[in-house]
């Protein structure tokens, strides 16, 4: 019996190929490569170029991630039937740990090459995999956000203050009826980096499919809370991306033309985490989910590339949260997910003398927004400077001031 056959139910199994037919599985299943582990062999190796996913077909991985000091620290356990290295098939990088054998075992592995020629050959297995991929990286993301808000919570920020801090007007109401052929007629989509590898067909498409609309100074492209399902392209103007912490609304950053946000929205429907505002004049294309999905089944190239930029995006922001945490917190990082709460701590014991816990929470806040795909870079957080507000007293300062002697 051929060892593909053998093990053709456990790779079935696996979650990344739950999006594909029996006839797409077989296809797949051609692209990949047979190889055998002995014990102890590495797999992936970290800080290796990466730019493959591997499925367990039998026996068990390890994954384990170097530290500063002494033996590599043990991270997770790669079983049957699950998958490993898959963000670096769609982007490749260095890999994050290194992946070896507890003992025989035995891997199919699909390269970013064979994935690029499933795209040309065979289009629907290339968009189900990726769709995959998108999936497993958006619950990550989730995850990920999830343990920031619990370290959050932990902060127990007072809220007496809430009512005080920048008053924002009423949003403008944007028109409808300003989405007028004559914006499209004047934009030059070629010219935005997000858009470089679409055709000229691509470009008419999209502008078919998603009418530039204006929106005049102060106007909410979305609103922070309501369900997302589109996501926008900022053609011309700024556009604000606005948070609500505790109450009072904050600038966490001002997105230029070319800017794509807010792409999970596409294949994920959870709240938006922050409103989106015009800072003057702004022209922008709204892509709806239902309009996407539509043009994948049709195998759109215009949606293959916005799939893949969708990928791309959030395995992007999941390895930059990854490495912000690694760097925060005293243990290595589990590639995957990673320890908030631990990074929390460590913050707190940093800056206890010099930071009150409503800056932190504001970091933290710009970082569960960073991670929901607004177009802001986590690398911006070493631009933020840690301090309380002027006229404020610290939490640190409030205890200092209980015990001084009197």
């Keep these: 019996m051929a060892p593909i056959e053998k093990h053709l139910d456990q790779l079935h199994n696996a979650t990344l190929f739950n999006g594909l037919s029996d006839g797409d599985f077989s296809l797949l299943l051609g692209a990949m490569r047979h190889i055998e582990l002995q014990p102890g062999q590495i797999l992936f190796e970290e800080g290796r170029a990466g730019d493959s996913l591997a499925v367990v077909a039998s026996g068990n991985l390890r994954v384990s991630v170097k530290k500063p000091v002494g033996a590599p620290s043990w991270v997770s356990e790669i079983r049957v039937g699950d998958v490993v290295g898959e963000m670096s098939c769609v982007d490749p990088a260095p890999r994050s740990a290194t992946v070896s054998a507890v003992q025989s075992a035995e891997v199919y592995e699909l390269s970013r090459t064979m994935l690029e020629g499933l795209h040309i050959?065979?289009?629907?297995?290339?968009?189900?995999?990726?769709?995959?991929?998108?999936?497993?990286?958006?619950?990550?993301?989730?995850?990920?956000?999830?343990?920031?808000?619990?370290?959050?919570?932990?902060?127990?920020?007072?809220?007496?203050?809430?009512?005080?801090?920048?008053?924002?007007?009423?949003?403008i109401i944007a028109d409808p009826s300003a989405q007028a052929n004559h914006y499209g007629a004047t934009l030059h989509l070629a010219e935005l980096p997000s858009l470089g590898s679409l055709t000229t067909e691509d470009l008419a498409l999209l502008q078919t499919v998603a009418p530039p609309q204006l929106y005049p100074a102060g106007a909410n492209l979305c609103k922070e809370g309501q369900t997302g399902a589109s996501c926008f392209l900022i053609a011309k103007g700024h556009v604000q991306v606005i948070k609500s912490i505790q109450s009072i609304e904050r600038l966490l950053a001002t997105l230029s033309p070319g800017a794509l946000v807010g792409q999970m929205s596409l294949v994920d429907s959870s709240p938006r985490s922050a409103t989106l505002r015009s800072a003057g004049d702004v022209v922008a294309l709204e892509l709806g989910r239902d309009v996407f999905e539509n043009l994948l089944q049709a195998n759109s190239p215009l949606a293959v590339r916005f799939q893949e930029q969708i990928a791309v995006a959030g395995i992007r922001q999941l390895r930059q949260a990854n490495q912000r945490f690694a760097q925060l917190s005293d243990n290595p990082q589990d590639p995957r997910t990673g320890s908030i709460m631990g990074a929390v701590q460590r913050m707190r014991k940093q800056q206890q003398e010099e930071s009150d816990e409503a800056a932190m929470h504001s970091v933290l806040t710009y970082m569960h927004t960073a991670l929901n795909e607004?177009?802001?870079?986590?690398?911006?957080?070493?631009?933020?400077?840690?301090?309380?507000?002027?006229?404020?007293?610290?939490?640190?300062e409030v205890s200092a001031r209980k015990h001084r002697p009197k």
Aim: aromatic letters at 2%; charged letters at 20%.
């Design 121 to 171: 050959h065979a289009p629907k297995v290339a968009i189900a995999l990726v769709r995959g991929i998108i999936e497993q990286v958006t619950l990550r993301l989730r995850d990920t956000n999830s343990q920031i808000e619990q370290a959050l919570s932990s902060l127990n920020i007072a809220t007496e203050n809430a009512g005080q801090g920048s008053n924002t007007s009423s949003p």
């Design 374 to 396: 607004w177009g802001l870079s986590m690398k911006d957080l070493d631009h933020i400077k840690v301090a309380k507000e002027d006229g404020k007293i610290s939490n640190a």
